[in-house]
T-cell receptor
């Protein structure tokens, strides 16, 4: 079965700092990869996704993520964070070839951006 | 206004009691999911249904049961066999169950044990 590891549990940054949140998955086959975000008091929403093609994907609000197959990683990046990026971020994976077609989520990273 | 409605927002369970969490969607989505969210553990899959009248166990199905008799409804019952039910429960849906579709989430139900 697939699993997802997010090693940064709580990240505190100042506004305008650069962000990189780590995500590693374990699954030997082809995968679909996602980042979801949960802003305070709001529903979980999709930030970006990767299915195939260009391993660098761009999402909403200036976020991007890079799929590195050899490292089983899908790290989330943003060049300059804003206070409004304060939220919890979840990486998720599904197998694209076979197996369970429901998202497996990581434990989440809480990002706190200080003004 | 399309979306997913979860009710109630807060629910309290007594020892030995079964409780049912409601999840309704008007998005005409085939697939629906139940996740449990605990602090520091992210979201863990309880059950999912790729199509009406069918569902599969997730990673932590013990102590829970579901039904999918209608496309728009996917209720979750937390039975007395679930020894640690206190958690935040999230329902989600996707257009299909292929695993490559965006999930739409409800606002959640906080379940606590009295």
């Amino acid at each position: 079965a697939q699993s997802v590891s997010q090693h940064n549990h709580h990240v505190i940054l100042s506004e305008a700092a650069s962000l990189e949140l780590g995500c590693n998955y374990s699954y030997g086959g082809t995968v679909n990869l996602f980042w979801y975000v949960q802003y305070p008091g709001q529903h979980l929403q999709l930030l970006l996704k990767y299915f195939s093609g260009d391993p660098l994907v761009k999402g909403i609000k200036g976020f991007e993520a890079e799929f590195i197959k050899s490292k089983f990683s899908f790290n989330l990046r943003k060049p300059s964070v804003q206070w409004s990026d304060t939220a919890e971020y979840f990486c998720a994976v599904t197998p694209a070839d076979t197996g369970r077609r429901a998202l497996t989520f990581g434990s989440g990273t809480r990002l706190q951006v200080q003004p | 206004d399309g979306g997913i409605t979860q009710s109630p927002k807060y629910l309290f369970r007594k020892e030995g009691q079964n409780v049912t969490l409601s999840c309704e969607q008007n998005l005409n989505h085939d697939a629906m999911y139940w996740y449990r969210q605990d602090p520091g553990q992210g979201l863990r899959l309880i059950y999912y249904s790729q199509i009406v009248n069918d569902f599969q166990k997730g990673d932590i199905a013990e102590g829970y049961s579901v039904s999918r008799e209608k496309k728009e409804s996917f209720p979750l019952t937390v039975t007395s066999a679930q020894k640690n039910p206190t958690a935040f429960y999230l329902c989600a849906s996707s257009r299909t169950g292929g695993g490559n579709e965006k999930l739409f989430f409800g606002s959640g139900t906080q379940l606590s044990v009295l």
